[in-house]
């Protein structure tokens, strides 16, 4: 029955950090000195007990474990879960970089059919074998940065077949099992270029039609809206989000970006399970997400690329908000690194060191719905960690664009795969 076993040698100063579920502290836990850990897992990866290595080997009759890790001076910890990723799409966007240096909104860009409407059209033109096969890259990097799961988007398709297309590749690659996927219907990312009609028509178009559609054709858990000021305003994103909710679907969607056009209290009031951005959002906009234990997901790279002022994530905590970190790893915005957006939440958003591990683990699974399956390092959940080479796991975050070279294990569902 327990087809696999992991030790992990914790001696000394090393630590074992187990994440709190309590959704906003962390709990550290130190092994005694000179004595092993042994996580115990199912053959799914699930782990069954946590405890010590010599008491572990008797109760399950092993003779040896599947695999060891020498963890002296390291810290074991959970593996990253990422709120919020683009990661199905082709055509970079270096030059729009250099644009955006040289003094260009996003908003301009996208207006000029850049931005997204580039990306999208770039996405069009390449196959299939090409699409999945970068996904698969991408997924594999983000592993190896120390991502376990991630909520991962469409929005690169926009026309009916674009993205039906897009979430059959997220599925099928899915199967491949790199990390856990989360996957979300972003039709309304942009009106797609052709369209003939307002985005209160295109948005129309989604809801009665290309949603109750694609939930007969393939599988998906969520559904977001680029709620903006001149994308979908709240009219548009309501239309969209009712149909979603009524269909069974998730909320998790853009909000309060760039503006504030109150989306958050449309979402609170619809029983939205995320929503991610939030720079702009209202104190109102605070209490409501408080109120209903919406996941607040925080981007930090994509306010840093933009130089927007990050949102504020000091009066979200101090008001109860459930506050989860992003990558949101797109084309304008490209880093998968969680080390690097929760040394960003630290130093732009003034989160603790604590709370921005909580946030890109248990709090971003919460964001997800998978809180009760990963996030932290308990029994009954994933074996899905992370070990680094130093005894104190503050690390990961202090080093700034270090992390592969800190990671020194990726465990994913009790299997060694880094
Ligand atoms: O989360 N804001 C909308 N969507 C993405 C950007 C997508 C793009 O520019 O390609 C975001 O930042
Ligand atoms: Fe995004």
Redesign the pocket.
């Known amino acids: 029955v327990y087809n696999c076993a992991e030790i992990v040698q914790v001696t000394d100063r090393g630590q074992l950090y187990l994440a709190g579920r309590d959704m906003s502290r962390v709990a550290i836990r130190r092994a005694a000195r000179g004595h092993s850990l042994a996580l115990a897992t199912d053959e799914r990866g699930i782990i069954l007990e946590i405890g010590d290595g010599a008491e572990m080997q008797k109760k399950y009759s092993l003779s040896e474990f599947e695999s060891t890790l020498d963890a002296k001076q390291g810290s074991l910890m959970p593996g990253f879960v990422d709120g919020?990723t683009?990661p199905i799409w082709s055509g970079d966007r270096v030059h729009e970089f250099a644009l955006k240096l040289a003094g260009a909104s996003y908003m301009e860009i996208h207006a000029q059919k850049g931005g997204i409407h580039y990306t999208v059209d770039c996405t069009h033109e390449e196959s299939d074998e090409k699409l999945a096969e970068s996904l698969v890259e991408r997924l594999t990097l983000m592993r190896k940065s120390g991502t376990t799961a991630a909520e991962c988007?469409t929005g690169y398709g926009l026309w009916f077949k674009d993205e039906l297309r897009q979430l059959q590749i997220l599925n099928s690659v899915k199967q491949q099992d790199i990390i856990e996927m989360s996957l979300t219907y972003l039709g309304a990312h942009a009106v797609p270029r052709g369209f003939v009609g307002t985005p209160d028509e295109y948005a129309t178009k989604i809801s009665d039609e290309d949603l109750p559609k694609l939930k007969e054709l393939v599988d998906f858990d969520n559904v977001d809206v680029f709620c903006e000021k001149g994308v979908f305003e709240i009219d548009a994103t309501k239309r969209i989000l009712a149909k979603a909710k009524e269909l069974d679907y998730e909320l998790n969607f853009?909000a309060e970006e760039l503006s504030c056009i109150h989306g958050v209290e449309l979402g609170c009031a619809l029983g939205a399970r995320a929503m991610?951005?939030l720079e702009r959002i209202s104190d109102e906009g605070i209490a409501a997400m408080a109120a209903t234990k919406a996941a607040a997901v925080v981007?930090p790279t994509?306010a840093h690329i933009l130089r927007l002022k990050p949102p504020p994530v000091r009066e979200m905590i101090q008001q109860g908000v459930i506050v989860a970190l992003g990558s949101?790893f797109?084309p304008n915005a490209f880093c998968y690194a969680m080390p690097t957006v929760m040394h960003l939440a630290c130093v732009q958003c003034h989160m603790s060191l604590d709370e921005s591990l909580a946030a890109a683990t248990i709090n971003a699974a919460y964001s997800i719905g998978k809180s009760h399956r990963y996030g932290s390092i308990e029994e009954g959940k994933e074996a899905n960690l992370i070990l680094i080479k130093e005894p104190k796991w503050e690390h990961i975050i202090y080093q700034l664009g270090c992390h592969k070279d800190l990671i020194r294990s990726v465990i994913y569902k009790g299997k060694l795969v880094l």
């Open positions: 919020h683009h988007k853009h991610s951005h981007l994509t949101d797109n």
